[in-house]
T-cell receptor, first 112, second 117 residues
Framework: QKEVEQNSGPLSVPEGAIASLNCTYS??????FFWYRQYSGKSPELIMS??SNGDKEDGRFTAQLNKASQYVSLLIRDSQPSDSATYLC????????????WGLGTSLAVNP | DTEVTQTPKHLVMGMTNKKSLKCEQH?????MYWYKQKAKKPPELMFV???????INESVPSRFSPECPNSSLLNLHLHALQPEDSALYLC????????????????FGEGSRLTVL
């Protein structure tokens, strides 16, 4: 089992719809969770971080964390073609080794 | 200034060359990172400097040599690379040092795309 798992996609949604991206993790002691967006040929960009159970909203983005079920999700409301990118889930382990563990990413395509 | 600046953007080198990648940030961030990324893969951590000290070396081959001259600058010296080292090399920074838990919220530069012939 990979430490951080995401569906590779592509996830295809029509413009204006809600895109739902999911991520599960195996280390129950993980503390911090991040969503990065990466456009093709560009570098990753942090779009959301979440540390506590529940929802965190920032504009059209909502991150949801459920530590009991070990999943974190990202909802993108009113999806735009400019949201088409790969979304990387990253999890920070507990303990002394505080590396980020990355998922393989989910490719999102928003169709006009 | 909220940028991490990397130079050069593109680099082509032979297996016997010596070259360097440079990274600069003026955000007062206390940790700086080198990542390597291959196509359709997530970033792969190479090195972390926290408060200008090398804190993490992910068993990277010695043909890659990091250097942190000061809190704003990070270099990656390259020597005798192999074609399989061709990748996008990403520099990142975080506000907090490693001990402060600052390894999650990363600011990435645009990357240096390296091709080894």
């Amino acid at each position: 089992q990979k430490e951080v798992e995401q569906n590779s996609g592509p996830l295809s949604v029509p413009e204006g719809a809600i895109a739902s991206l999911n991520c599960t993790y195996s280390d129950r002691g993980s503390q911090s969770f991040f969503w990065y967006r990466q456009y093709s040929g560009k570098s990753p960009e942090l779009i959301m971080s979440i540390y506590s159970n529940g929802d965190k909203e920032d504009g059209r983005f909502t991150a949801q964390l459920n530590k009991a079920s070990q999943y974190v999700s990202l909802l993108i409301r009113d999806s735009q073609p400019s949201d088409s990118a790969t979304y990387l889930c990253a999890v920070k382990r507990a303990g002394n080794n505080r590396k980020l563990i990355w998922g393989l990413g989910t490719s999102l395509a928003v169709n006009p | 200034d909220t940028e991490v600046t990397q130079t050069p953007k593109h680099l082509v080198m032979g297996m016997t060359n010596k070259k360097s990648l440079k990274c600069e940030q003026h955000m007062g961030h206390r940790a700086m990172y080198w990542y390597k990324q291959k196509a359709k893969k997530p970033p792969e951590l190479m090195f972390v400097y926290s408060y200008e000290k090398l804190s993490i070396n992910e068993s990277v081959p010695s043909r890659f040599s990091p250097e942190c001259p000061n809190s704003s600058l990070l270099n990656l010296h390259l020597h005798a690379l192999q074609p399989e080292d061709s990748a996008l090399y990403l520099c990142a920074s975080s506000l907090l040092g490693i001990a402060g838990g600052g390894t999650g919220e990363l600011f990435f530069g645009e990357g240096s795309r390296l091709t080894v012939l």
